[in-house]
């Protein structure tokens, strides 16, 4: 079975909100100022090494809007454009980005069916509302969380308050980046009811 592997860029206090900065945010692109070959080398090493991408709605049409016409020498664009994406939806009718396909009924179920195929894991990028809906329904196999050190103060942040069962999770791994970067990567251990956390 496939693994589903969430992978975001988050500042210190959770915030994920438009890392690159083409959502024009208050404080859009906030990744940049610590950009290094090691950080870029993971995120090439992750990719070539996922075989689908599933995403949100919002995610989806910003990297559709720019993918597309991408080019570079390590062959980033060639593996986001070429992959097979999901993108969920209530709203699309079809996808355009290149071997995209739009889930519009029962994401869980729909997402089982992905994870049991033969193949490299699924990753997700972005896609705020998605991963929660994933976490909440305990199809999230591991989390990949690049730590940046900078606190936004405000935006929109990768684990909100729709979370319906408190999760645990086990520290599987941990890199510092010279950047100032940490890549701490969680598995979960499974839910827990927010009452038994509070105790």
Do not use: C
């Amino acid at each position: 079975m496939r693994k589903l592997i969430v992978s975001e860029f988050v500042s210190l206090d959770g915030v994920m909100e438009d890392p690159g900065g083409a959502e024009k945010t208050k404080h859009g692109g906030w990744t940049f100022k610590f950009m290094s070959p090691e950080g870029g080398k993971y995120k090439l090493d992750e990719l070539l090494a996922g075989g689908a991408l599933l995403l949100g709605r919002v995610t989806y049409q910003g990297f559709a809007k720019a993918w597309p016409s991408m080019k570079d020498d390590a062959g980033f664009a060639d593996r986001m454009n070429s992959l097979p994406k999901y993108v969920v939806s209530t709203t699309l009718d079809k996808a355009e980005w290149k071997n995209s396909r739009v889930i519009s009924g029962n994401v869980a179920e729909e997402v089982k069916k992905l994870k049991e195929q033969p193949g490299q894991d699924i990753l997700v990028f972005g896609s705020a509302e998605l991963v929660m809906t994933l976490m909440n329904d305990d199809l999230v196999d591991e989390y990949r969380l690049m730590v940046y050190p900078i606190i936004l103060g405000s935006g929109k942040r990768l684990f909100g308050d729709d979370i319906q069962t408190a999760q645990v999770l086990d520290l599987a791994d941990s890199k510092a980046f010279g950047s100032g970067v940490v890549l701490l990567t969680y598995r979960p251990r499974g839910g827990v009811s927010k009452s038994e956390v509070a105790r």
